[in-house]
T-cell receptor, first 116, second 112 residues
Framework: GAVVSQHPSWVICKSGTSVKIECRSL??????MFWYRQFPKQSLMLMAT?????????EQGVEKDKFLINHASLTLSTLTVTSAHPEDSSFYIC????????????FGDGTRLSIL | DAKTTQPTSMDCAEGRAANLPCNHS???????VYWYRQIHSQGPQYIIH???NNETNEMASLIITEDRKSSTLILPHATLRDTAVYYC?????????????FGQGTTLQVKP
């Protein structure tokens, strides 16, 4: 149980375009979802926390206008990287949790974003 | 949440027990110890967590010292598929929807 699906798993696009990444909880209602970014050989860095129906809370240094997060339902959150540039190339990972869960978070398998 | 310290890397022979240490000397009374691992190019996978008693599940055992300032994750019979980065994280109680902060973790290399 508690499966989190992320889509797409891999995307390549041109500089200046916007890219949307979806994160879905398949068999539970996710009251809270998290977005992380991971550069090669580095640890996961939390970007933002989103609660269903509320505005996301961004970590210090993360541009909210650059990384748009929408958590419109209890099973779906989206991250849109706007006007992407090569420095935005990274591994983006989402996680989700619900009330009463023993595990803090269930993670998706990540999206590898490459900006040319 | 309390900060953790882990060795950067460790090796283990296949079939032997892998013992991964973690120091969390500033842990608070209401903070749990969680272990996750990340296999290359995948999302993190939950392993186990505990408060003060030792815990065991189908994946691993968690030994927490009596003063709770350190802990050890034990993989009893390591396989090549256990090669991964292992993260020790301390944070408040289960059921809380707060954030997880990942440190650098320990890269475990299981060798044939």
């Amino acid at each position: 149980g508690a499966v989190v699906s992320q889509h797409p798993s891999w995307v390549i696009c041109k500089s200046g375009t916007s890219v949307k990444i979806e994160c879905r909880s398949l068999d539970f209602q996710a009251t809270t979802m998290f977005w992380y970014r991971q550069f090669p050989k580095q640890s996961l860095m939390l970007m933002a926390t989103s609660n269903e129906g509320s505005k996301a809370t961004y970590e210090q240094g993360v541009e909210k206008d650059k990384f748009l997060i929408n958590h419109a339902s209890l099973t779906l959150s989206t991250l849109t990287v706007t006007s992407a540039h090569p420095e935005d190339s990274s591994f983006y990972i989402c996680s989700a949790t619900g009330t009463g869960f023993v595990q803090p978070q269930h993670f998706g398998d990540g999206t590898r974003l490459s900006i040319l | 949440d309390a900060k953790t310290t882990q060795p950067t890397s460790m090796d283990c022979a296949e079939g032997r027990a892998a013992n991964l240490p973690c120091n969390h000397s500033t842990i608070s009374g209401n903070e749990y110890v969680y272990w996750y691992r990340q296999i290359h190019s995948q999302g993190p996978q939950y392993i186990i967590h505990g408060l003060k008693n030792n815990e065991t599940n189908e994946m691993a055992s968690l030994i927490i010292t009596e003063d709770r300032k350190s802990s050890t994750l034990i993989l009893p019979h390591a396989t090549l598929r256990d090669t991964a980065v292992y993260y020790c994280i301390v944070r408040v109680a289960p059921g809380n929807t707060g954030k997880l902060i990942f440190g650098q973790g320990t890269t475990l290399q299981v060798k044939p």
